[in-house]
């Protein structure tokens, strides 16, 4: 068994396909069947809601909504910043809403295989694509990632900042981005069987 055997069978043993989002499901599946191949983390796109104490502290965030499915309505993150504001979180803290595009990391066992993943990932629309990693035995670990993203501050210290006619603008365009991005995953389904 080589190396890259080796480290796909951990990588499988760990996979958790019952929590991977369903609409990435599939290509999970998909691309771990293929011999040179293997899923290393997955996310299908989101709209997310966060509290932080301030831009840059990631590790500080608090999570206070997640939707993997589009629509997001205004009344979810309303009552979603409501519930958390209960416990004191958006005291002293921004609130930013987040649009995420679909994401996947991929190894695969040698760069010619990074490079075909590659080239069906950017003609389904992953534009920014691009390889991550390559380390001292060759496998090369591909980010197949697209260009839909937002982030906007919402609020601090317990105060919204805007309204709800800005909010719904947002969110129409958030659960645009989210749709679009869903597209694009079908696409790259679809793409993967010039791997076989």
Known sequence: MTIFEKQKKRALEKLRIGGADEEIVGIIEKINSFEGFFTTSSCSGRIVLISIPEIGAKRAAKFI???HRPPVSREEVQEAIKLKGREGITEEREIWLLS???ILHVACRDLEKAKALLRIAIESGFKYSGIKAISKDGKVVVEIVSTERMDVPLGK???MFC???YMDFILSKANFMLERGKGKLKRFYSG????E
Do not use: A, R, Y
């Open 65 to 67: 909504g997640k939707w």
């Open 100 to 102: 995420q595009s679909p």
């Open 157 to 159: 210290d317990g105060v």
């Open 163 to 165: 309204s709800e006619g």
């Open 192 to 195: 993967l069987e010039e791997l």
